[in-house]
């Protein structure tokens, strides 16, 4: 055998030696966790059922320090004004009865996955409807206990919250929806809930909602006072805006549609009443039809909305067209009556001034039409009125109607229009 091969014989051996021992290390550093978290949680040594000392190993209330992180937001029902949320949930406290070696730093922590062979604070959600954990594949929870008994509890969460709405400016509205934890047993002299200094909340990055933005998040302390004592409480405050777009395409276009198509029976002839009725009926029978569509949507509330105003008032033009015919039709039935009458009274005149004639001479004709012209020139003369000018174009009252009708309808509906959205936009900014 070589020199060269003797030497990577002997590497080869050594390599071996080194690995084993690395391993056997790695079983005796296991050995000595599992020695550590008997020996600060063995049987008769700690005791999960007292709250841990207060700052300094004082006999103050026990800090715990809050942390959140919104994974996703699913839901915002503005029917069952409530929304739903998953979170990643975390605590953080120090227990003085936990502290153990840290084997010169080689043991960073101890990590448990069974909260109840440790003190946990009693937190609940005040304004939860339903929620639930998540344990696929394994239960998403873990407790680090580190070398000064500093304590991390985390866990994974989907909530069902509460959220009261004000739905006087929908759909342009910004709703506050509340996420609120508070102590159920422990009072302020025993447990005292912080938020982490720092960054208490995080949201995920590029959180999509279908109907809203969240535009921002606020933290806040609720403290309540009951009977029983004063408890600890927390909150997140989510500001959302609702997306208007979405409404500007789905309501507000296709109701001005409407709207405008009513005004179209002010340019039908008024002979043709079939298109002139069916046009009516049918835009107010589908205002109507998209007006109890945005009702079913939203819930029953005492006060009126925004969009209770908007389908309102189209729905009234819509109706004032449809009248507006009915009103035509009976003044196109009123000029054929007086139209009927004169021509009767024409005759009449006619034949009393051919039965004059044969009695009256030629100068006595003379005469009366000399006194008739001599009338006419010592009236005095009239204004030029523009108004009636115009409307003398039109002999009927029926076609005035619908020619007075095609230039109002239009013009306040558009004031209509300015006063809406002035109001509502400048109260919303007003609301921020």
């Known amino acids: 055998m070589g020199t060269g091969n003797f030497f990577w014989v002997i590497f080869y051996f050594a390599s071996l030696c080194s690995a084993s021992l690395a391993n056997n290390a790695k079983i005796n550093f296991r050995e000595k966790e599992k020695k550590v978290l008997d020996q600060i949680l063995g049987a008769g ?104 008994g500093s304590v991390l509890y985390s866990i994974r969460i989907s909530l069902t919250l509460a959220c009261p709405m004000n739905l006087k400016l929908y759909p342009l509205d910004r709703q506050i929806c509340s996420l609120r934890m508070a102590s159920y047993g422990w009072t302020t002299n025993d447990l005292v809930f912080l938020w982490k200094e720092g960054d208490p909340v995080q949201v995920v990055k590029n959180l999509h909602l279908p109907r809203f933005t969240l535009e921002k998040f606020l933290t806040d302390y609720c403290n309540s006072k009951t009977n029983t004592g004063e408890y600890s409480c927390l909150k997140v405050d989510l500001l959302f805006k609702r997306e208007f777009s979405y409404y500007l395409i789905q309501i507000y276009i296709p109701c001005c549609m409407l709207v405008i198509v009513s005004w179209v029976s002010f340019w039908l002839d008024q002979g043709a009443v079939p298109a002139r009725v ?123 109607i619908d020619v007075i009708s095609r230039i109002t309808f239009p013009l306040v509906f558009a004031l209509f229009n300015l006063v809406y959205w002035s109001t509502y936009l400048f109260r919303e900014e007003e609301d921020e």
């Open 45 to 148: 040594k700690y005791d999960a059922r007292i709250r841990p000392s207060g700052i300094n190993g004082t006999d103050g209330p026990a800090i715990v320090r809050i942390n959140l992180f919104v994974r996703s937001i699913m839901t915002i029902s503005d029917i069952k004004m409530e929304y739903s949320v998953q979170l990643t949930f975390r605590e953080q406290w120090t227990d003085e009865r936990l502290k153990f070696d840290d084997i010169q730093g080689r043991l960073k922590y101890l990590t448990l996955t069974e909260a109840n062979r440790v003190w946990m604070p009693d937190l609940f959600f005040s304004n939860e409807k339903e929620g639930h954990f998540h344990n696929i594949i394994m239960p998403n929870v873990y407790i680090r206990i580190f070398p000064n």
């Open 278 to 400: 069916s046009l009516g009926v049918t835009t107010l029978l589908t205002m109507a039809t998209q007006t109890s569509g945005i009702n079913a949507s939203l819930p029953p509330v005492s006060y009126t909305k925004a969009i209770d105003v908007w389908t309102g008032v189209c729905l009234t033009f819509v109706f004032g067209a449809l009248l507006e015919f009915a009103l035509v039709n009976y003044a196109s039935r009123s000029d054929m009556h007086k139209e009927n009458m004169k021509k009767k009274r024409r005759d009449l005149e006619q034949a009393s001034i051919d039965a004059a004639s044969d009695l009256l001479d030629t100068d006595s004709n003379a005469t009366f039409a000399m006194l008739r012209q001599c009338e006419v020139h010592m009236q005095a003369p009239k204004r030029p009125n523009c108004c009636k000018t115009w409307l003398s174009k039109f002999p009927t009252r029926s076609k005035r």
